[in-house]
């Protein structure tokens, strides 16, 4: 059993390989062997985690994520523990392994209760897992799903907290809030987007013994964003080998969005970094950051630098863009550049276009710039975000990274990855600015869209996890936090 380690790219399966590969594996070993290694890893990670835990109440579910729940009261009980087993199946319609759970439950002497009563020292919710349909509970399961929640005792969920949906991140409004959970044969994207990472608390996973060839036998749905590999600098460099961003926003009123995007590809390590803003009379000079050149739009040859556009562009963007997407600039399309395309099929095709010419581009929507290039709420989006990202991703050939808890980044030529660093400090204005500012800088270095966007994005939830506790975060700091783990 392992507790998932931040900056590794582990591989994700959703629901449809995840029972494939059960299917292989169950297929090879003595019948129920797979759920006997679950209640067994479930009952060793409860000791881990709640070592002193007396009480233990286990709340299992109708399928067989209520099986390894039963299994998993046997170890606890033979260890010493005071199990309290409340069940929400029927021996007649149970799936066949848990039935054969229920039998050894009873063999051990352990008797169900219809109701947990009393205080527990750990909760172990196993109501649902995989087979978990996004229906509100109700009944029994929905008072039980409550009373976890309310125990105030640390709350193991098996595979995945229930209510949460194994592929999408989706919850339904009641769901457990988990301190630790449990994966079982497989990683779950789930775990790792929309409303996962706040479901789930601490994230192990236990491959219940298959072999590596078992598991890697089929494409995984996704992949955890990895750290980025530091690059030194060689002494023989010089600015130019760092490439040059011009930043293109800044529409009046909106001047300090552009200079967030400019700062931070400045503190990423840009050679050096022009900024055209929209509203051109406003500033010449941006006496914290005297390192950034302002020129005119027209003035800048974007066949020869990377472009980053859109932040604070408002409405004023539109007459640009047209320039930005046909030239062969690597670019970055953020904000308002996003919400303009959408409305506009001629920047549509334009942008389409730039993937036959081998023109790089990367899009930042965050959830409703997302759903209006889609055509759709960002309720949609956040429904099924690893989709809305892939779908993006596909119309528009290029590289997209869909913003928000569990960021994913797509492109049609990968896999996508789910970034999990970043929290909900980063929940600041023109914190999206700095963003597109820092996948900028990694373009200009010579990063592909793909890779520029991954480092970037990881680097900038990095910044916001080692952030100190109680030090204000706003985007400026960001930025100025940016050089630490520029590392070029
Ligand atoms: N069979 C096996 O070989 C293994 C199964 N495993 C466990 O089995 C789980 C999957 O088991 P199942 O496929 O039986 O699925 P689940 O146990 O997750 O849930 C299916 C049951 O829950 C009900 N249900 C679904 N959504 C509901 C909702 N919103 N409200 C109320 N009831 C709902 C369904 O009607 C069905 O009875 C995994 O998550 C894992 O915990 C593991 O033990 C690994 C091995
Ligand atoms: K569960």
Redesign the pocket.
């Given at each position: 059993m392992n507790k998932t380690i931040p900056g590794t790219r582990h591989p994700l399966h959703g629901v449809d390989q995840t029972?494939r590969i059960?299917q292989t594996?169950?297929q090879a070993l003595p019948a129920h062997t797979?759920?006997q290694?679950?209640?067994l890893a479930v009952a060793r990670l409860a000791l881990a985690i709640a070592p002193h835990a007396q009480r233990i109440w286990i709340a299992c579910?109708?399928?067989?994520?209520?099986?390894?729940g039963l299994e998993a009261a046997i170890h606890l009980q033979r260890w010493g523990k005071q199990v309290v087993v409340t069940w929400l199946?029927q021996t007649e319609s149970a799936?066949a392994?848990?039935v054969a759970a229920r039998l050894r439950l009873q063999d051990a002497g352990i008797l169900v209760e219809s109701m947990p009563s009393g205080d527990f020292d750990l909760c172990i919710d196993?109501l649902?897992?995989?087979?978990?349909?996004?229906?509100?509970?109700?009944g029994l399961?929905a008072d039980w799903i409550r009373q976890i929640n309310a125990s105030g005792a640390p709350i193991l969920s098996?595979?995945?907290p229930t209510?949460l949906h194994a592929d999408t991140g989706q919850a339904?409004a009641v769901h457990v809030q988990a301190s630790h959970t449990l994966n079982?044969?497989t990683l779950k994207p789930g775990l790792f987007t929309a409303q996962g990472r706040d479901a789930a608390g601490t994230v192990w996973c236990d491959t219940?013994g298959l072999e590596l060839n078992v598991l890697t036998a089929l494409a995984p749905t996704a992949y955890l964003n990895a750290q980025p590999i530091k690059t030194r600098r060689p002494h023989a460099s010089h600015k130019g080998s760092y490439g040059d961003v011009a930043v293109i926003g800044g529409a009046h009123g909106m001047t300090g969005a552009a200079l967030l995007a400019a700062g931070a590809a400045l503190y990423a390590g840009t050679g050096r970094v022009f900024v055209g803003l929209l509203n051109d009379q406003s500033v010449t000079v941006d006496v914290r950051h005297p390192e950034l050149m302002f020129r005119p739009i027209q003035s800048l040859d974007f066949s020869a630098m990377t472009v980053v556009c859109g932040c604070g562009g408002g409405q004023a963007v539109q007459p640009v863009l047209c320039d930005v997407l046909s030239s062969p600039a690597p670019v970055v399309l953020d904000a308002d550049a996003l919400n303009v395309i959408a409305t506009d099929n001629v920047l549509q095709t334009e942008l389409l276009a730039r993937c036959a010419r081998q023109a790089v581009t990367v899009l930042t929507p965050h959830p409703l710039e997302a759903a209006r290039l889609l055509g759709q709420t960002a309720q949609q989006v956040q429904s099924d975000r690893l989709t809305a990202a892939q779908t993006l991703a596909q119309r528009f050939a290029c590289t997209v990274v869909l913003k928000g808890s569990g960021s994913i980044i797509a492109s049609p030529d990968h896999l996508p990855v789910i970034n999990p660093t970043g929290n909900g400090r980063l929940a600041s204005a023109g914190t999206g600015d700095v963003l597109a500012g820092m996948v900028g800088a990694e373009l200009a270095a010579g990063k592909t869209g793909f890779e520029a966007a991954c480092r970037a994005v990881y680097r900038h939830g990095a910044l916001a996890d080692t952030w100190p506790p109680g030090a204000p975060l706003t985007a400026q700091l960001l930025v100025l936090g940016g050089c630490d783990t520029a590392c070029r």
């Open positions: 029972r059960e594996a169950a797979l759920m290694r679950a209640g579910g109708p399928g067989n994520n209520g099986g390894d199946g799936p392994d848990t196993a649902l897992g995989i087979g978990s349909q996004l229906r509100e509970p109700q399961m098996v595979d995945l209510g339904t079982l044969l219940l």
